[in-house]
């Protein structure tokens, strides 16, 4: 079955930067819309970015102008280049692949000085 493994979360200051990594186990993320979400302490998952099989991204307001979503087709693999990061982005982050209704295992992200 499809399978989903997210990287690169790691400690940051504010202002800093990460990019996250989603890599699929098959070749879906043309056929799918890809999502990254996310998961503070006590907080519900809400939806941070989204990439369509046809290569459009979306974005959450509290991350435009900070967050890039991307994808590379042969490497079967989808980004979140996290930019000008801040105390509120530390959560954990989740890749999820729409169609199949498949979910990554989170990487965490945390943002303090």
């Known amino acids: 079955q499809v399978q989903l493994v997210e990287s690169g979360g790691g400690l940051v200051q504010p202002g800093g930067s990460l990019r996250l990594s989603c890599a699929a186990s098959?070749?879906?993320?043309?056929?799918?819309?890809m999502g990254w979400y996310r998961q503070a302490p006590g907080k519900g998952r809400e939806l941070v970015a989204t990439i369509s099989g046809g290569g459009r991204p979306n974005y959450a307001d509290f991350v435009k102008g900070r967050f890039t979503i991307s994808r590379d087709n042969a490497k079967n693999t989808v980004y979140l280049q996290m930019n000008s990061l801040k105390p509120e982005d530390t959560a954990v982050y989740y890749c999820?692949?729409?169609?199949?209704?498949?979910w990554g295992q989170g990487t965490l992200v945390t943002v303090s000085s």
């Open positions: 999820n692949a729409n169609f199949f209704g498949v």
């Open positions: 098959g070749s879906i993320i043309s056929i799918t819309t």
